[in-house]
DNA sequence: CCCCACTACTCGGTGATACCGTGTAGCAGT
DNA sequence: ACTGCTACACGGTATCACCGAGTAGTGGGG
């Protein structure tokens, strides 16, 4: 599949939040995640970038822990204002891509 | 519906593609079709800007016809290129929900 | 023992996109 | 003459995903 990134603004932070909100952990394994999911191209410098945007905006718990494979993770879990940022993305997500479904059935 | 501009990005240039390859229509029916499906908070100047961006792409033939109603209006259909940037979008359109389905299937 | 690979995170800068505000203009009705 | 609707263009802004380079810790092969 072709370059996704421009359709990837906006949702992408909404699927590193879901992979947060089911489990906590930390960057190089959501990176890991989102690749076998599909998103086969999202790098890892991205991800960062978005966690440490999650942080900033108060909206994870952050605890640092050692690891025994290299150095120490930062792992991330939701707080009820990341839990609530999750249901606004999911209700965008859904109210979006009706609009587009329908836009797309009108067209034919 | 609050805020959707971030997760519009990419998207709503396949939207107007979509509505210029069902008909030939001009920039200001556009915006008003693109706000009765739904994006609401789509204003004319973001339509004009992709508008010129489908132009100086080479993506759109543009008709410049009178109006009874005001200034004359520049009527736009899709060319070839065009007709495959807007399949393009589809696929892309396609395997990006389709992840972002199973994505959210596998959290819960 | 040293280099390499893998793990793990940070940061400055880039390009693309939707949005905002303003300006220009034609036409119709009061 | 004024207001409102139609119709388009343009400079500037914010946000986002991405890129590149840098910093480290751990373990294995030559």
Redesign the interface.
């Known amino acids: 599949?072709?370059d996704?990134?421009?359709?990837?603004?906006?949702?992408l932070e909404g699927?590193v939040l879901?992979?947060i909100?089911?489990e906590e952990t930390y960057g190089y394994a959501i990176t890991r995640r989102l690749n076998e999911?599909?998103?086969a191209d999202v790098i890892e410098g991205t991800v960062y970038t978005i966690l440490l945007r999650l942080e900033r905006g108060d909206l994870v718990r952050v605890t640092k822990r050692p690891s025994e494979k290299g150095p120490p993770r930062k792992f991330y879990a939701l707080n009820a204002a990341g839990r609530a940022e999750l249901a606004?993305f999911?209700?965008?997500?859904e109210?979006?891509?009706?609009?587009?479904d329908?836009?797309?059935e009108?067209?034919?």
Chains 1, 2 share one sequence.
């Open positions: 599949m072709d996704l990134t421009e359709m990837l603004k906006g949702t699927c879901e992979i909100g089911s999911l599909g998103f606004a999911w209700a965008k997500w109210y979006l891509s009706s609009r587009i329908s836009l797309r009108s067209g034919k």
